[in-house]
């Protein structure tokens, strides 16, 4: 299997330097895409801000009368470098995948190279899937949530309305959307220990119901301490444990059968040997 190995053997220091050339890609396309995204950092976080309109909406609210304020005079400026930090990170993250998989493509061998080159193209599609299921649904209804507590003025009471500060709405959705997008990698991750042999399906199926119970503390550490929340990522993450069962057990059948098709070539080769 040695000649199907790209790898030569080199020097710890020229491995280094090859270390440093694809680092300096990685962090010059962060930068850029930092640079572009920092342009346009109000209009990103415009578009971040459209679920919470939803879910005005949604309240039966004067969407006119919603705002989002902020409290220190620096605040909103460092929200927007979060922002173009964020999503320079998404955009940038194609170049730092492939440059940290030429790294490491060299001491691969090809079926190797196979088995592993599906896997970096599904996992930023399920994040996405996650990020998606996060801006569309998720963070409306939790904000629709936390704007139905509020408090209309009455004779014995005063009025209590929500004014999300700039700050905190984007730490919440940015939140969201790591966490959303690490639980979709459950398939990715169990589908590879599965192929090495460290994880069976039987396996996943009697730890079920512990599975079950990490979710919902796993849910309870990741998001707002409300209900919804929790209930909303613990049930994705459930259902991908599922799937992730499913998919070990594909993995294990065609294990299964490329074995007895090993097995078949090599008793061919042996009886015509004995011919």
């Not at 909303?232 to 599922?242: F, N, Q, R, S, V």
């Amino acid at each position: 299997m040695t000649g199907d190995i790209d790898d030569k053997p080199q020097p710890l220091i020229e491995h280094l330097m090859e270390l440093r050339t694809r680092l300096i890609w990685s962090l010059a396309a962060f930068f850029a895409a930092f640079l572009v995204c920092f342009f346009f950092a109000k209009a990103l976080f415009n578009f971040l801000v459209q679920p919470y309109k939803w879910a005005v909406l949604w309240a039966g609210l004067d969407l006119s009368k919603s705002e989002l304020i902020y409290t220190a005079p620096q605040e909103f400026f460092f929200t927007q470098v979060k922002v173009a930090m964020f999503g320079a990170l998404v955009i940038a993250f194609p170049i730092i995948a492939s440059q940290l998989y030429k790294f490491v493509a060299p001491g691969l061998y090809k079926n190797e190279k196979a088995a592993f080159l599906p896997f970096l193209i599904a996992s930023p599609i399920l994040f996405l899937l996650g990020a998606a299921l996060v801006y569309f649904f998720f963070t409306p209804m939790v904000m629709w949530f936390f704007l139905a507590m509020q408090q209309a003025p009455t004779e014995g009471g005063v009025a209590i309305s929500l004014l999300p500060k700039v700050s905190e709405y984007l730490s919440l959705i940015m939140t969201l959307v790591v966490s959303f997008g690490l639980v979709f990698q459950l398939p990715v991750v169990t589908t590879l220990l599965a192929r090495v042999g460290l994880l069976t399906s039987e396996w996943l199926r009697e730890k079920r119901k512990f599975a079950i119970v990490i979710a919902f503390v796993v849910a309870a550490v990741l998001t707002p301490p409300d209900p919804l929340s929790q209930i909303g990522l613990a049930l994705p993450t459930i259902l991908l444990y599922e799937i992730s069962i499913y998919a070990a057990r594909l993995v294990e059948r065609k294990r299964k059968d490329q074995e007895l098709a090993e097995s078949g070539d090599s008793s061919d080769v042996s009886q015509a040997d004995k011919a």
